[in-house]
């Protein structure tokens, strides 16, 4: 009996083994037909490899569905510790990695503002509009805190599709006025929606209000300051031991392995995992990637690209295959009416709190610029209401973990919830997806947003433009390099003499390169074009 019971286990193992073979090498080749498609549509100005994976994923769903008698769309099971540990690092790394530095700190205050202020006030919209209209289609008993999640996520825009949407050497200025708000805005997000976990919201006052209020800057401050830490301890040590002298493997290794551990640690200690790692690229774009050999520094820039890119890939993919899970959309299907009540409703919410904040918060940011170029016109506002409406795997991510158990559910409120997301996602995604470059060329035609920052031809051109620099580095003779004026005469006019960029310049060559290394450190190779350039632009 005990050897015929231990031979069914052993065959169950091994049945079940194969199964998860099977499943990972469809899934691996799904991904490479997304990269091939998405590479023959390279050219196509309206669709992009976001809505590619998309598109295959729900192809791949219908498939699935119809060899497996309607049981089952995916092959893979949904798991936020997938998403959240092995996905989403990558990507937000990279973003602070390549991320245009001198755009993203000239306009930190504004991103502050619509990230941070703007998802409060799109989070109170969404959930009191969700209070209010949600009891009227009568979906079920949700809870106080139902509601404030579902504001929570709703809030949450895809900045990963916003990636994809917009070109940082196109529009640089909008890239980082509305990526910069993404992260901060997944940031807040996710910090408000543990908080909602966190705190008993049966009685709300003003002690809670401030609690909530208190953790959310304790989480972020504490958060941006282990990032920025991580970055300059892998500086440092890189720096101090410099590896490259016997293997530029152990250089890449160390540098993804402390971008992973920022991100951990964050997690460790309950802080906001998001802006610890995208600070985390930002310092180590700018200390440790210096510190390193030429080899390594392109076999990092590209390794941290490709994670990135394939996880973007893997995440639109398999939110397309999970759009048709045929358990979740069997509670809706007895009344497919509310089904689509709500999903219109949680539209026009996104559509009218992003609105709320986006246009006020615009007109308060202008009146703190003083240059008419600073300031955001109408046409870029709504660019970036527009380019903000898209919804993603964050969203989808906290609705599974507020309304399911590993992506199962047995009530019909919590499954409406959750094909109400999907549905909200899908649609965002491929028509306000679809729809974006169309509109940034429309509204913003190239010859009047395009603002290109000199860089040489072979070095990343964030690598080449100082944290928090103005733009113009300085010779040897304390002019431009080569001659080169700016652009415009107005640009050399808002060039600060003695701003906080002059004083940071002062503070980071005197005292933060020194010690953490950055450009110049690595010896220069003759002959090296690589070498050269970034000598030619010091």
């Not at 490899?49 to 119809?66: H, W």
């Not at 910090?191 to 972020?220: C, G, M, P, R």
């Not at 089904?339 to 904040?357: D, H, P, Q, W, Y």
Request: proline share 4%.
């Amino acid at each position: 009996m005990a050897e015929g019971a231990l031979y069914e286990k052993l065959t169950t193992v091994m049945t079940s083994d194969h199964a998860s073979v099977v499943s990972m090498n469809l899934f691996v080749a799904l991904l490479c037909t997304c990269i091939i498609i998405g590479h023959l549509l390279e050219e196509n100005r309206w669709i992009n490899e976001s809505i590619t994976a998309l598109l295959i994923g729900l192809c791949s769903g219908v498939f699935i569905l119809l060899t497996t008698g309607g049981k089952s769309s995916h092959i893979l099971v949904f798991s936020e510790d997938l998403f959240f540990i092995y996905l989403l690092p990558p990507i937000i790394f990279n973003a602070g990695f390549q991320v245009k530095k001198k755009q993203f700190f000239r306009n930190f205050m504004t991103i502050i503002l619509f990230g941070a202020f703007g998802t409060l006030i799109s989070f109170c919209i969404i959930s009191l509009g969700a209070i209010h209209f949600f009891q009227k289609l009568d979906i079920g008993s949700l809870k106080i805190g139902d509601y404030l999640a579902i504001g929570a996520i709703f809030s949450a825009t895809d900045s990963v599709c916003t990636l994809q949407v917009l070109n940082q050497d196109e529009t640089p200025f909008l890239y980082s006025l509305v990526f910069g708000e993404g992260v901060v805005n997944d940031a807040t997000s996710v910090v408000l929606f543990h908080a909602i976990q966190k705190f008993d919201l049966s009685h709300i006052d003003l002690t809670t209000a401030l609690q909530l209020i208190e953790n959310f800057l304790y989480l972020f401050i504490a958060s941006t300051v282990l990032g920025i830490l991580a970055g300059l301890l892998s500086a440092y040590i890189i720096k101090k031991l410099y590896f490259g002298k016997h293997s530029t493997d152990r250089e890449v290794a160390l540098m993804i392995l402390m971008a992973y551990l920022s991100y951990m640690l964050a997690e460790l200690f309950s802080l906001s995992a998001i802006m610890t790692v995208f600070f985390c690229g930002i310092v180590m774009s700018h200390y440790t990637w210096h510190n390193v050999t030429e080899s390594s520094r392109v076999t990092t820039k590209h390794a941290f690209a490709t994670l990135s890119f394939i996880a973007e890939i893997f995440i639109f993919l398999y939110v397309g295959m999970d759009a048709l899970d045929i358990e979740k959309w069997r509670f809706v299907s007895q009344s497919p009416r509310k089904s689509i009540g709500v999903s219109s409703l949680l539209l026009a919410l996104i559509l009218v709190g992003r609105a709320a904040f986006v246009f006020p918060l615009s007109f308060l940011s202008n009146l703190t610029k003083k240059s008419q170029s600073e300031k955001i016109e109408l046409k870029q506002q709504v660019t970036i209401w527009w380019a903000g409406l898209m919804r993603g795997a964050v969203s989808i991510a906290l609705a599974y973990n507020q309304f399911t158990r590993l992506g199962h559910t047995k009530l019909s409120e919590n499954a409406i919830m959750i094909t109400s997301t999907i549905t909200v996602v899908l649609f965002s995604t491929v028509v306000f997806g679809l729809m974006t470059k169309p509109l940034v060329r429309l509204l913003l035609p190239s010859d009047k947003h395009i603002i290109s920052i000199p860089s040489p031809p072979l070095s990343p051109k964030s690598f080449t433009v100082p944290l928090l620099g103005n733009g113009h580095d300085s010779g040897p003779n304390g002019g431009t390099q080569n001659g080169a004026r700016p652009r415009s005469l107005r640009m050399l006019l808002n060039i600060p003499s003695r701003g906080v960029h002059h004083y940071w310049r002062k503070f980071d060559d005197s005292v933060m390169r020194p010690l953490f290394g950055g450009r110049g450190f690595v010896p220069y190779v003759p002959g090296s074009p690589l070498e050269q350039s970034v000598h030619q632009w010091r």
